[in-house]
Protein backbone atom coordinates (compact mmCIF):
# COMPACT_ATOMS: atom_id res chain seq x y z
CA UNK A 1 0.00 0.00 0.00
CA UNK A 2 1.14 3.46 -1.08
CA UNK A 3 2.19 5.81 2.04
CA UNK A 4 3.51 9.23 2.75
CA UNK A 5 6.69 9.46 4.88
CA UNK A 6 8.50 12.31 6.63
CA UNK A 7 12.14 11.90 6.74
CA UNK A 8 13.32 14.54 9.23
CA UNK A 9 17.19 15.74 8.87
CA UNK A 10 19.23 18.01 11.24
CA UNK A 11 20.96 19.03 7.75
CA UNK A 12 24.18 18.08 6.07
CA UNK A 13 26.78 16.25 7.46
CA UNK A 14 29.94 14.67 5.92
CA UNK A 15 28.86 11.90 7.72
CA UNK A 16 27.00 8.42 6.04
CA UNK A 17 23.97 9.40 8.08
CA UNK A 18 23.30 11.96 4.64
CA UNK A 19 24.66 9.31 2.69
CA UNK A 20 21.55 7.05 4.47
CA UNK A 21 18.71 9.67 4.05
CA UNK A 22 19.47 9.65 0.12
CA UNK A 23 19.39 5.95 0.06
CA UNK A 24 16.09 4.91 2.03
CA UNK A 25 14.75 7.78 0.34
CA UNK A 26 15.25 6.56 -2.65
CA UNK A 27 14.57 2.89 -1.44
CA UNK A 28 10.96 3.86 -0.62
CA UNK A 29 10.63 5.71 -3.97
CA UNK A 30 11.11 2.61 -5.90
CA UNK A 31 8.51 0.88 -3.87
CA UNK A 32 5.54 3.71 -4.72
CA UNK A 33 5.72 5.63 -2.12
CA UNK A 34 5.46 9.52 -1.51
CA UNK A 35 8.28 11.17 0.29
CA UNK A 36 9.34 14.29 1.87
CA UNK A 37 11.80 15.62 3.81
CA UNK A 38 12.38 18.20 6.61
CA UNK A 39 15.72 20.08 6.78
CA UNK A 40 16.22 21.40 10.48
CA UNK A 41 18.77 23.81 9.81
CA UNK A 42 20.37 24.93 6.37
CA UNK A 43 21.82 22.37 4.40
CA UNK A 44 23.25 24.32 1.17
CA UNK A 45 24.21 22.01 -1.85
CA UNK A 46 22.73 18.33 -1.14
CA UNK A 47 25.93 16.37 -2.05
CA UNK A 48 23.77 13.31 -3.24
CA UNK A 49 20.91 12.28 -5.28
CA UNK A 50 17.72 13.05 -3.63
CA UNK A 51 14.49 11.40 -4.80
CA UNK A 52 12.24 13.58 -2.72
CA UNK A 53 10.08 16.92 -2.43
CA UNK A 54 11.94 19.02 -0.19
CA UNK A 55 8.95 20.84 2.35
CA UNK A 56 11.14 22.92 4.42
CA UNK A 57 15.17 23.94 4.57
CA UNK A 58 15.88 25.88 8.28
CA UNK A 59 16.52 28.94 8.14
CA UNK A 60 19.39 30.96 9.94
CA UNK A 61 17.66 31.11 13.62
CA UNK A 62 17.82 27.36 13.42
CA UNK A 63 20.51 26.19 15.44
CA UNK A 64 18.62 27.23 18.38
CA UNK A 65 16.70 24.02 19.91
CA UNK A 66 13.57 25.49 20.84
CA UNK A 67 13.38 27.03 17.67
CA UNK A 68 13.87 23.39 16.05
CA UNK A 69 11.37 22.31 18.25
CA UNK A 70 8.63 25.41 17.24
CA UNK A 71 9.31 24.70 13.65
CA UNK A 72 8.44 21.14 13.86
CA UNK A 73 5.48 21.69 16.22
CA UNK A 74 4.18 23.99 13.85
CA UNK A 75 4.52 22.27 10.55
CA UNK A 76 2.84 18.87 12.10
CA UNK A 77 0.29 20.95 13.47
CA UNK A 78 -0.52 21.81 9.96
CA UNK A 79 0.50 18.73 7.68
CA UNK A 80 1.67 16.01 9.58
CA UNK A 81 -1.99 14.08 9.66
CA UNK A 82 -1.11 13.51 6.22
CA UNK A 83 2.09 11.65 6.95
CA UNK A 84 1.59 7.56 7.53
CA UNK A 85 5.48 7.37 9.18
CA UNK A 86 7.83 10.46 9.85
CA UNK A 87 12.18 8.88 10.29
CA UNK A 88 14.33 10.89 12.12
CA UNK A 89 18.24 10.86 11.37
CA UNK A 90 20.25 11.05 13.96
CA UNK A 91 20.46 12.96 17.30
CA UNK A 92 20.57 16.24 16.12
CA UNK A 93 17.26 15.72 14.20
CA UNK A 94 15.91 12.81 16.28
CA UNK A 95 15.75 15.16 19.93
CA UNK A 96 13.30 18.15 18.45
CA UNK A 97 11.37 15.78 16.58
CA UNK A 98 10.00 13.37 18.81
CA UNK A 99 9.37 16.31 21.53
CA UNK A 100 7.64 17.88 18.43
CA UNK A 101 5.80 15.13 17.82
CA UNK A 102 4.59 14.61 21.36
CA UNK A 103 3.48 18.13 21.37
CA UNK A 104 1.44 17.62 18.23
CA UNK A 105 -0.14 13.97 19.23
CA UNK A 106 1.79 12.42 16.71
CA UNK A 107 4.42 10.63 18.57
CA UNK A 108 3.19 6.84 17.84
CA UNK A 109 4.00 7.48 13.93
CA UNK A 110 7.72 8.81 14.60
CA UNK A 111 10.56 6.51 14.13
CA UNK A 112 13.94 7.43 15.09
CA UNK A 113 17.35 5.95 13.32
CA UNK A 114 20.41 6.03 15.45
CA UNK A 115 23.72 5.75 13.54
CA UNK A 116 26.38 6.68 16.31
CA UNK A 117 27.28 4.09 19.36
CA UNK A 118 26.57 5.87 22.71
CA UNK A 119 30.01 6.60 23.63
CA UNK A 120 30.27 8.67 20.91
CA UNK A 121 27.16 10.96 22.58
CA UNK A 122 27.54 13.81 24.75
CA UNK A 123 26.55 13.21 28.90
CA UNK A 124 23.27 15.81 28.00
CA UNK A 125 22.23 13.91 24.74
CA UNK A 126 22.64 10.35 26.64
CA UNK A 127 20.22 12.68 28.83
CA UNK A 128 18.22 13.77 25.77
CA UNK A 129 17.76 9.82 24.54
CA UNK A 130 17.21 8.52 27.80
CA UNK A 131 14.35 11.03 28.22
CA UNK A 132 12.74 11.34 25.03
CA UNK A 133 13.39 8.50 22.47
CA UNK A 134 11.10 6.11 24.43
CA UNK A 135 8.42 8.43 23.38
CA UNK A 136 8.59 7.21 19.52
CA UNK A 137 6.98 4.84 18.18
CA UNK A 138 10.02 3.00 17.36
CA UNK A 139 14.03 3.44 17.76
CA UNK A 140 16.17 1.73 14.61
CA UNK A 141 19.72 0.69 15.65
CA UNK A 142 22.19 0.64 12.45
CA UNK A 143 23.70 -2.59 14.65
CA UNK A 144 22.79 -5.06 16.70
CA UNK A 145 25.76 -3.37 19.10
CA UNK A 146 23.39 -0.04 18.66
CA UNK A 147 20.69 -1.53 19.88
CA UNK A 148 22.26 -3.06 23.07
CA UNK A 149 23.98 0.65 23.73
CA UNK A 150 20.23 2.20 23.45
CA UNK A 151 18.41 -0.73 26.12
CA UNK A 152 21.53 0.06 28.45
CA UNK A 153 20.28 3.89 28.26
CA UNK A 154 16.87 2.88 29.62
CA UNK A 155 14.96 2.56 25.93
CA UNK A 156 12.46 -0.30 26.26
CA UNK A 157 13.32 -3.48 24.70
CA UNK A 158 9.54 -3.41 22.46
CA UNK A 159 11.12 -0.03 21.09
CA UNK A 160 14.08 -0.75 19.67
CA UNK A 161 14.91 -2.90 16.07
CA UNK A 162 18.14 -3.42 13.93
CA UNK A 163 17.87 -2.07 10.55
CA UNK A 164 21.43 -1.69 8.57
CA UNK A 165 22.34 1.12 6.74
CA UNK A 166 21.70 0.28 3.10
CA UNK A 167 24.34 0.89 0.26
CA UNK A 168 23.94 1.45 -3.58
CA UNK A 169 25.65 -1.32 -5.21
CA UNK A 170 24.64 -0.49 -8.79
CA UNK A 171 25.51 3.24 -8.70
CA UNK A 172 28.81 2.21 -6.56
CA UNK A 173 29.98 -0.47 -9.63
CA UNK A 174 29.35 1.69 -12.31
CA UNK A 175 31.29 4.62 -10.34
CA UNK A 176 34.24 2.40 -10.10
CA UNK A 177 34.79 2.07 -13.52
CA UNK A 178 34.83 5.80 -14.42
CA UNK A 179 38.73 7.16 -14.69
CA UNK A 180 40.12 7.93 -11.18
CA UNK A 181 40.56 11.34 -10.05
CA UNK A 182 43.80 10.10 -8.16
CA UNK A 183 45.95 6.69 -9.64
CA UNK A 184 47.43 4.53 -7.51
CA UNK A 185 51.22 3.47 -8.11
CA UNK A 186 51.65 0.37 -10.24
CA UNK A 187 53.91 -2.85 -9.47
CA UNK A 188 53.47 -2.34 -6.03
CA UNK A 189 50.83 -4.32 -3.27
CA UNK A 190 47.69 -1.02 -2.55
CA UNK A 191 46.15 -1.03 0.78
CA UNK A 192 43.17 1.72 1.09
CA UNK A 193 41.26 3.16 3.38
CA UNK A 194 39.11 5.75 3.88
CA UNK A 195 37.29 7.93 6.35
CA UNK A 196 37.16 11.15 8.26
CA UNK A 197 41.09 12.29 9.50
CA UNK A 198 39.35 11.76 13.31
CA UNK A 199 40.60 9.77 16.11
CA UNK A 200 37.95 7.43 16.05
CA UNK A 201 38.93 6.23 12.54
CA UNK A 202 42.14 4.20 13.64
CA UNK A 203 44.42 5.98 11.27
CA UNK A 204 47.02 6.00 13.91
CA UNK A 205 46.60 2.58 14.41
CA UNK A 206 46.48 1.91 10.26
CA UNK A 207 50.07 3.64 9.80
CA UNK A 208 51.57 1.65 13.01
CA UNK A 209 50.23 -1.82 11.34
CA UNK A 210 51.48 -0.81 7.78
CA UNK A 211 55.02 0.37 9.05
CA UNK A 212 55.87 -2.93 10.13
CA UNK A 213 54.26 -4.68 6.91
CA UNK A 214 56.53 -2.06 5.18
CA UNK A 215 59.61 -3.29 6.38
CA UNK A 216 59.50 -6.94 4.84
CA UNK A 217 60.31 -4.64 2.06
CA UNK A 218 57.21 -6.22 0.04
CA UNK A 219 56.48 -3.29 -2.09
CA UNK A 220 53.17 -2.21 -0.05
CA UNK A 221 51.62 1.23 -0.30
CA UNK A 222 48.79 2.69 1.78
CA UNK A 223 46.37 5.28 0.26
CA UNK A 224 44.30 7.27 3.02
CA UNK A 225 40.93 8.81 1.32
CA UNK A 226 39.58 11.37 3.51
CA UNK A 227 40.06 14.87 5.26
CA UNK A 228 40.05 16.22 8.91
CA UNK A 229 41.54 17.95 12.19
CA UNK A 230 43.98 14.55 12.56
CA UNK A 231 45.93 15.47 9.36
CA UNK A 232 48.83 17.07 10.99
CA UNK A 233 49.26 14.76 13.64
CA UNK A 234 49.10 12.06 11.03
CA UNK A 235 51.54 13.49 8.92
CA UNK A 236 53.88 13.50 11.45
CA UNK A 237 53.70 10.25 12.50
CA UNK A 238 53.82 9.51 8.74
CA UNK A 239 57.85 11.68 8.84
CA UNK A 240 58.50 9.86 12.53
CA UNK A 241 57.78 6.23 11.14
CA UNK A 242 59.92 6.73 7.44
CA UNK A 243 56.71 6.23 5.76
CA UNK A 244 57.03 8.98 3.22
CA UNK A 245 56.95 7.88 -0.16
CA UNK A 246 54.65 4.46 1.29
CA UNK A 247 51.49 6.82 2.30
CA UNK A 248 49.60 9.03 0.67
CA UNK A 249 46.99 11.38 2.28
CA UNK A 250 45.05 13.05 -1.21
CA UNK A 251 42.80 14.58 1.05
CA UNK A 252 38.76 13.45 0.19
CA UNK A 253 38.22 12.82 -3.96
CA UNK A 254 34.95 13.19 -5.95
CA UNK A 255 34.95 9.47 -6.53
CA UNK A 256 36.62 7.43 -4.41
CA UNK A 257 35.07 4.33 -5.79
CA UNK A 258 37.44 4.79 -8.66
CA UNK A 259 40.00 5.04 -6.38
CA UNK A 260 39.37 1.66 -4.74
CA UNK A 261 38.91 -0.27 -7.81
CA UNK A 262 42.11 0.42 -8.25
CA UNK A 263 43.60 -1.02 -4.61
CA UNK A 264 43.99 -5.14 -3.42
CA UNK A 265 42.98 -5.06 0.26
CA UNK A 266 40.78 -2.43 2.23
CA UNK A 267 41.62 -1.53 5.80
CA UNK A 268 39.25 -0.49 8.13
CA UNK A 269 41.22 0.59 11.46
CA UNK A 270 38.17 2.14 13.33
CA UNK A 271 37.96 2.34 16.92
CA UNK A 272 34.20 2.79 16.92
CA UNK A 273 31.80 2.71 14.32
CA UNK A 274 27.80 2.51 14.68
CA UNK A 275 27.70 0.71 11.04
CA UNK A 276 30.05 1.52 8.74
CA UNK A 277 28.97 2.16 5.30
CA UNK A 278 32.50 2.61 3.68
CA UNK A 279 33.32 -1.35 5.03
CA UNK A 280 29.85 -2.39 3.09
CA UNK A 281 31.30 0.16 -0.53
CA UNK A 282 34.83 -1.66 -0.03
CA UNK A 283 32.95 -4.69 -0.54
CA UNK A 284 31.03 -3.86 -3.11
CA UNK A 285 33.96 -2.88 -4.92
CA UNK A 286 35.32 -6.45 -4.96
CA UNK A 287 37.67 -5.62 -2.53
CA UNK A 288 39.34 -8.30 0.64
CA UNK A 289 38.27 -6.16 3.80
CA UNK A 290 40.63 -6.26 6.94
CA UNK A 291 38.78 -4.64 9.97
CA UNK A 292 39.36 -4.23 13.62
CA UNK A 293 36.47 -5.85 15.71
CA UNK A 294 35.58 -2.82 16.86
CA UNK A 295 31.74 -1.44 18.44
CA UNK A 296 29.84 -1.71 16.09
CA UNK A 297 28.84 -3.09 13.14
CA UNK A 298 32.58 -4.49 11.39
CA UNK A 299 31.49 -8.36 12.87
CA UNK A 300 27.65 -7.72 11.47
CA UNK A 301 28.74 -7.52 7.95
CA UNK A 302 31.94 -9.45 7.23
CA UNK A 303 31.80 -12.88 7.82
CA UNK A 304 35.64 -13.93 9.48
CA UNK A 305 37.37 -15.99 6.76
CA UNK A 306 34.62 -15.67 4.19
CA UNK A 307 34.17 -12.17 2.75
CA UNK A 308 37.13 -10.52 5.11
CA UNK A 309 39.21 -10.89 7.75
CA UNK A 310 38.67 -9.65 11.30
CA UNK A 311 41.06 -8.74 14.17
CA UNK A 312 40.63 -7.77 17.73
CA UNK A 313 39.52 -4.09 18.18
CA UNK A 314 43.14 -2.38 18.51
CA UNK A 315 45.75 -5.17 18.19
CA UNK A 316 48.18 -3.65 16.02
CA UNK A 317 49.65 -6.54 15.81
CA UNK A 318 46.92 -8.82 14.67
CA UNK A 319 46.47 -6.20 12.02
CA UNK A 320 49.72 -6.02 10.65
CA UNK A 321 49.49 -9.96 10.40
CA UNK A 322 45.98 -9.86 8.80
CA UNK A 323 47.37 -7.55 6.15
CA UNK A 324 50.70 -9.99 5.53
CA UNK A 325 48.14 -12.63 4.99
CA UNK A 326 45.90 -10.89 2.12
CA UNK A 327 49.46 -9.46 0.58
CA UNK A 328 50.76 -12.79 0.57
CA UNK A 329 48.01 -15.01 -0.64
CA UNK A 330 46.33 -15.02 -3.64
CA UNK A 331 44.04 -17.70 -2.88
CA UNK A 332 43.16 -15.87 0.17
CA UNK A 333 42.55 -12.69 -1.83
CA UNK A 334 40.45 -13.88 -4.51
CA UNK A 335 38.36 -16.25 -1.97
CA UNK A 336 37.70 -13.06 0.09
CA UNK A 337 36.66 -10.53 -2.38
CA UNK A 338 34.05 -12.77 -4.10
CA UNK A 339 32.78 -13.41 -0.38
CA UNK A 340 32.46 -10.05 0.14
CA UNK A 341 30.57 -9.06 -3.12
CA UNK A 342 28.07 -11.93 -2.26
CA UNK A 343 27.77 -10.73 1.29
CA UNK A 344 26.62 -7.21 0.46
CA UNK A 345 24.07 -7.37 -1.95
CA UNK A 346 22.09 -8.41 1.56
CA UNK A 347 22.24 -4.79 2.19
CA UNK A 348 21.05 -3.27 -1.26
CA UNK A 349 18.88 0.30 -0.55
CA UNK A 350 15.81 -1.31 -2.02
CA UNK A 351 15.50 -4.05 0.31
CA UNK A 352 16.85 -2.29 3.37
CA UNK A 353 14.47 1.13 2.90
CA UNK A 354 11.09 -1.41 2.95
CA UNK A 355 12.08 -2.85 6.56
CA UNK A 356 12.31 0.45 7.49
CA UNK A 357 8.19 1.19 7.84
CA UNK A 358 7.59 -0.63 11.05
Known amino acids: MKKRILLVAGGYVQAGVSRVLSLIAAGLKSQGHEVDVYFIKPVGQWPYPLEANVVHVGGAGAGCRLVQVAGLWRFLKRYGGRYDRIIGFSED ?94 DVFNFVAMGRLHSHKGFDLLLEAFSRVARFGLGARLTI ?12 QIGRLGLKGLVSLPGSVQNPFSVMAQADCFVLSSRLEGWPMVLMEAMAVGLPVVAFRCPHGPDEIVEDGVSGLLVENGNIEALERSMQCVMSDDQLRSRLASGARRRVQVFDYRSVAATWLV
Do not use: C, T
Open 225 to 236: LGEGEERASLEQ
Open 93 to 186: ANVPLVRAAHLSGLADRVILSVHNPVDKFSRRVRGWVARYYPLAHKVLGVSRGVVSDLEALGIPEDKLLFRPNPVDLNSIMSASDLKPPILLEK
